[in-house]
């Protein structure tokens, strides 16, 4: 095997099998990494001396950190087969000592891997031989008849197949496969989708309120007229089966303290029910459920990107991302045993949560 | 060039077709097989250059390693489902809430599973470290120039597998079902409704419908456990396909050229170096999964529609588009009975336009600075100031957005107005980033000066002479030989000149040996090593005369 | 956007939600300076001790066994006896001589100073003065906890009197730990009410334009059950016909528990999630490899 080397002072004669079956193996090992293009530049033992003290101390301290590493396995062995309990238990009411288990664990694991690792690279660092080895990168860019041929055979092969000649073979050809590559793609897209707004409970612009829906705690009880005090707020459900799970549901009522007054949007004047008003709770801006609510300035946030509607103008946005005020659900009440219960009196009159294409 | 053994230790003629050793055995079974002794040998000889700044792409590399171990793990006991459970596990706190078996089966890993949250930790922690790990090394390939032709498809393969980590840890972090992934989920459906004409079918054919719906954690799963790992391990072997086809670069010195590599051969050295890292790189993970607790998902709860948390935050490498979003101003278009809306522009457009510069930057600089050369030796960061900048002024803006990501913690923990914060992001996100750049492009002039002086003038020795006349003066140590005046007559090649006295290196470093006290050899033996360090530093000096 | 001027009366803290219409606009004309707090430096640097000792635990985990066994035994919150007439004579004296100049002699309040406290019932005094809110330390200032001025028997009279005189929500009695087997339920309920301001595992976190929901950390049952009652500051009332006595108790017993919880991965990291998280990676878990690169790389 020859190299082209750019280093002709280092170029080395290959050898024979019989020269190098009675070569040393170092010999042979700097011949083969020469007949690769490697020159060793610099090998030095670091300790040319067999046996000296330095020697057997470098030996004998990358050994120990070795049995440290087994005996952190061991030991990550014993604790994991229950040297420590791992069972949890509320505070009181049984042993604490879980919180052990999983340190004691880690620190052994990282013991043992940390040790084995150090004792590797201090092995190559301290008792490998000292080595600098140079390689020829061989860059070059490869030879213009090498790329002729090559050029040569690929219009051959084109020629052969007459792809200059034979249009329609080639747009056929091209019809087909393209089709075909098309059709992973067509399958997985064309069983995944979905025509959005399509089938029950699938509509962007409506929810599970409707008029006369039971307005209900996320426990299933009703709410009614006098649960809230001034100032106070509560997440409610449409009343109906999945109203609680549904993703669009989630309604805020707040009970506005005395003296607090929204200025309510145009055509929603009659929404307001008392001193009790309710917002969709699921933020326009990306979705997260706006529930921050501040009583006494009457400011809602949204902790995901802190948006921030005033109630006081109709959940008006006021700071942050978010453009839409949230949408308003007309309240109503209807009375049951002598009791005032709220229902909604419709759904939110546009869509919830966060904008979209088709929203106007 | 020095052989160890001086005389070979030749027992006997060594024979291929008649192996005496098991190994030899061994050897010629697959040898007459396989047919791989050229080639192995062409990869143990492999040089690789030895520099720390060259295995960080390393603890990428082996974090991957240790998420699909720990990730195989897991896959024995999660259960990628949508469908209702009431819990009845261990966690009293939760004992009898309604949750999905995704949650309740993540529930199952960290508190009955025997090591099972350990492992949940350490998964976590290395795809943290995964992340951080390819983050600082395309800083490193950046700064160093080490995408230029012809590298700069590694570059973009890179890039590619950046993009996939992201969407690779956003799938993972998901699939507990708890109140912080979910609400990332929600985010997530709006940021794809938010695509303008095809927004809502992206969404519903994700999600199988209307938000949350019960598709989407399967879905999740098996992107996350299938899809794109087999795509990023694709990925990782050409980006290392590449590297050995390629070679390494190297840093700019003596005796290093465009036309060679150096450092050491892979076999034994590299390859011990590097497999022993791999096991600190698997140690740093383990204690911190050990240590530190990670995602504790029963604290955050199962998801609810309803419910959520202050302080919602992604993931580290999420972090930046949180922040673009939260800093984003209320910008919805709105035209003929359509919306664009603001999450758009921050989710979507920008990363887009982050990720397109990023990849288009070796393309653009090599058409800028017309330079169609390849380059094998790497450029020190100051030697290229406007480079320099740019990735200053780049890593700012990551880092204003990062830092909005949380502003609402920072807001708390100094007691600074939430509004305050979110002002501060983006005037900080326009102004910060061309400061950037100017500082440090002139870091970069202000270093590479200094070098210059160093070359010019030599080093400062602290040493102060009083001349005849009564100026004072320091004496400086030039670094190699002079002309008539005095001035150094070495060039400037980007490569580090030495500052200081004691960094002018001393070719025969003492040897010393010993932790305490050094270690003291038998007289014989010091007598021989006497006598071997005479003989080298005799060689050295001949070879010295040979080449001048 | 609009930025924030609107907040100006929300900072006194003590502005009860039920109460006369009409005090509260006066109470509102009156507060119109807004001092910076002054008192959180300390804040400050006891949040940067508990990262401190965040990282301690972290790396002694197997060595420290921390004491502090107290934090987890239920609190029985405060011996709850019946309180006299005596009681509520005390509580007038003590009030005479501590709240008087800024809430009047029959509880009317004073203009420019404070609020009316008729109507805000013993449950909303209790929860100011226990926690050391009221008495103020000044106009205007940002209303934080703050060591109390009285002691618990001292507090209890003076929420009785200002609950005698003015009728409102009572300071509950008795446990208020309600049944264990609720605590999912309360969990539930904290996660659906409460978590939204004060965070998952009861840090707290900022409102708009410099406002804050606190951190639980330091909340006993009672401050717990009378602030959820009494609706402090800016946080909502939650009566109880909207969260019921025991839906309270479950509540609470949930938060308590949280905080007393220990940590089953190894330390908390403060218990803030993904920002700590990225924290502890970029400087602990990336600095220990850098270090580790250095070494591997350095020329031996």
Known sequence: MTTHSPHPAHAVEPASAEELALMSDEEAMILGAEADGVHIVHRRDRFPIRGTRAEKRAERTIALIFLIGFLAAVGFIVVFCGALPFEWHLPGQGSQDFRYFTPALGFLLGLSLACVGVGIVLWAKWLLPEEEAVQDRHDEPESEAEVLMTAASLVTGFNDMGVARRSMLKSTVGLAVGALAALPLVALVGAMIKKPNKGQGQSLFHTLWTAGTPVVYSDGRRVSTDDLLPGGIETVFPGVPGGIKAGDSPTLLIRLRPGQVVKARKGQDTYQWGDYIAFSKICTHAGCPASLYEQQTGRLLCPCHQSQFDVLLDAKPIFGPATRSLPKLPLGVEVQDGKQYFVAKGDFPEAIGPAFWERP | MTTLNEAPTVKGARR????????????????????????????????????????????????????????????????????????????????????????????????????????????????????????????RVFFTGAFRKPRELNWLIGLGLITLGLVEGFAGYSLPDDLLSGTGLRIAEAIMQSIPVIGTWVAFLAFGGKFPGTEIIGRLYIVHVLLVPGILAGLIGAHMALLIKQKHTEFPGPGKSEHTVSGERMYPTYAAKAGGFFFIVFAVCAALGGLAQINPIWLYGPYNTAQVSAGSQPDFYIGFLDGSTRLFPSWEIRLWHHTIPALFWPTIVLPGILFTLAGAYPFLEAKLTKDRAKHHLLQRPRDVPVRTGLGAMAITFYGVLLLSGGNDLIAKAFDISLNAMTWAGRIGMLLAPPLAYVIAYKACIGLQRHDREVLEHGIETGIIKRLPNGEFIEIHQPLGAVDDHGHGLLEYAGTPVPKKMNKLGNPQTARVKGFFRPVREKAEIEAELAALEQAEAERAASQRELTD | ????????????????????????????????????????????????????????????????????????????????????????????????????????????????????????????????????????????????????????QQTQQIAAYVGSVGGGPQVPTGDLRGNPQNISDGGELFRLNCASCHNFAGKGAPLSAGKVAPSLNNATDLQLYTAMLSGPENMPVFSDNQITPDQKKAIIDYIQNLKASKDPGGAGLDRIGPVSEGLLIWTAGLGVLMVAILWIGRKS
């Open chain 2, 16 to 139: 291929f077709d008649k192996p005496r050793t098991p190994q030899g055995k061994a050897g010629k079974f697959f040898e007459e097989r396989l047919g791989l002794a050229g080639g192995l040998r062409k990869q143990l000889n492999k040089v690789f250059p030895d520099h720390w700044s060259f295995m960080m792409g390393e603890i990428a590399l082996y974090s991957f390693i240790i998420l699909i171990l720990t990730g195989t793990f897991l896959t024995f006991f999660f259960d990628a489902s949508m469908a209702e459970v009431r819990y009845d596990g261990s966690y009293v706190p939760l004992q009898g809430v309604e949750m999905s078996r995704a949650y309740a089966s993540t529930l199952h890993i960290s508190f009955d599973v025997r090591g099972g949250l350990i492992l949940r930790q350490i998964h976590h922690w290395a795809a943290l470290l995964f992340m951080a790990a390819m983050t600082i090394h395309m800083f």
């Open chain 3, 1 to 152: 956007m609009t930025d924030d001027t609107v907040d100006a009366d929300s900072d006194l803290g003590f502005d009860p939600a039920v109460s006369d219409r009409d005090v509260p606009t006066a109470a509102r004309a009156a507060r119109a300076s807004k001092a910076p707090s002054s008192s959180r430096g300390g804040g400050l640097r006891s949040k940067v001790s508990r990262k401190v000792s965040s990282v301690l635990v972290l790396i002694g985990a197997l060595a420290a066994v921390g004491g502090g066994y107290s934090l987890l035994a239920p609190s029985s919150s405060a011996d709850q006896t019946a309180l006299s007439a005596a009681d509520v004579e005390t509580g007038r004296q003590l009030y005479e001589s501590s709240c008087i100049t800024c809430h009047g002699s029959n509880l009317q309040g004073v203009q420019g100073r404070g609020p009316s406290l008729i109507g805000v019932g013993s449950a909303a005094t209790y929860f100011q003065v226990s926690t050391g809110r009221m008495p103020a330390a000044g106009q205007g200032a940002t209303n934080n906890r703050k060591p109390a001025k009285f002691n618990e």
